[in-house]
């Protein structure tokens, strides 16, 4: 026998309690195992608190994929640390169950935490999508821009597409790859006076 936190009160209880004795949560709400519960961080989960996280949420997502922005994997990440816990919570069914069951208790709508899920589970495909967005809109609003990037230093020098959204993406990392004499110098030294200039 051992003892285990109760997911809804935080008490300490017998892990084989048939209901925790001071909320009444029943058993099948615990986890079979510590061992899942320890590696998803479900234990930490603070359903009173959940309500506040879902306006987090909504705010850091509106947020991030703010239209002035280029989302980094950095970003993404840090993002994603954020909200993982209870994310992972939210996906076992029978949490999720029961935190609909009390949602007027815990002070949250079921469309908000729906739409918390599906936002999580798409986040990359939404990054991708943004990213893409931010890229196209960057180089058309600076088109006459790239158009005399390094006219100073060769009037005859003109950056393809590629080359041109290789110098607007902002990600932690860029790896240009392409044959001798494709234009990898020239692509960096318009990236380096891009960030400079922009």
Same mark, same amino acid.
């Given at each position: 026998?051992?003892? =285990?936190?109760?997911?809804?009160?935080? %008490?300490? =209880?017998?892990?084989?309690?048939? &209901?925790?004795?001071?909320?009444?949560?029943?058993?099948?709400?615990?986890?079979?195992?510590?061992?899942?519960?320890?590696?998803?961080?479900? &234990?930490?989960?603070?359903?009173?608190?959940?309500?506040?996280?879902?306006?987090?949420?909504?705010?850091?997502?509106?947020?991030?994929?703010?239209?002035?922005?280029?989302?980094?994997?950095?970003?993404?990440?840090?993002?994603?640390?954020?909200?993982? &816990?209870?994310?992972? /919570?939210?996906? %076992?069914?029978?949490?999720?169950?029961?935190?609909? %069951?009390?949602?007027?208790?815990?002070? =949250?709508?079921? /469309?908000?935490?729906?739409?918390?899920?599906?936002?999580?589970?798409s986040l990359d495909a939404d990054v991708v999508s943004h990213n893409e967005g931010f890229v196209s809109t960057?180089?058309?609003? %600076? &088109?006459?821009?790239?158009?005399? =990037?390094?006219?100073d230093i060769d009037p005859e020098i003109k950056l393809d597409e590629e080359q041109r959204r290789a110098v607007?993406?902002?990600?932690?990392?860029?790896?240009?790859?392409?044959? /001798?004499?494709?234009?990898?110098? !020239? !692509?960096m030294a318009a990236k380096v006076k891009y960030l400079v200039d922009k």
């Amino acid at each position: 026998m051992a003892l =285990i936190k109760c997911p809804e009160c935080g %008490n300490m =209880i017998s892990d084989r309690a048939e &209901k925790c004795p001071h909320c009444g949560l029943p058993s099948a709400y615990f986890f079979a195992s510590s061992e899942k519960k320890d590696a998803a961080g479900l &234990k930490e989960i603070d359903y009173g608190n959940l309500h506040n996280v879902l306006l987090s949420f909504d705010r850091d997502y509106a947020e991030l994929l703010s239209p002035a922005h280029y989302v980094s994997g950095k970003d993404r990440d840090r993002f994603r640390a954020a909200y993982e &816990k209870y994310y992972a /919570a939210l996906g %076992n069914e029978l949490i999720f169950r029961y935190v609909s %069951n009390h949602a007027s208790e815990f002070r =949250i709508d079921t /469309a908000e935490l729906n739409g918390f899920i599906r936002r999580m589970r798409s986040l990359d495909a939404d990054v991708v999508s943004h990213n893409e967005g931010f890229v196209s809109t960057h180089l058309a609003r %600076n &088109k006459e821009y790239f158009d005399g =990037i390094l006219r100073d230093i060769d009037p005859e020098i003109k950056l393809d597409e590629e080359q041109r959204r290789a110098v607007v993406v902002d990600d932690d990392y860029c790896l240009l790859v392409a044959g /001798a004499g494709a234009g990898k110098t !020239t !692509t960096m030294a318009a990236k380096v006076k891009y960030l400079v200039d922009k």
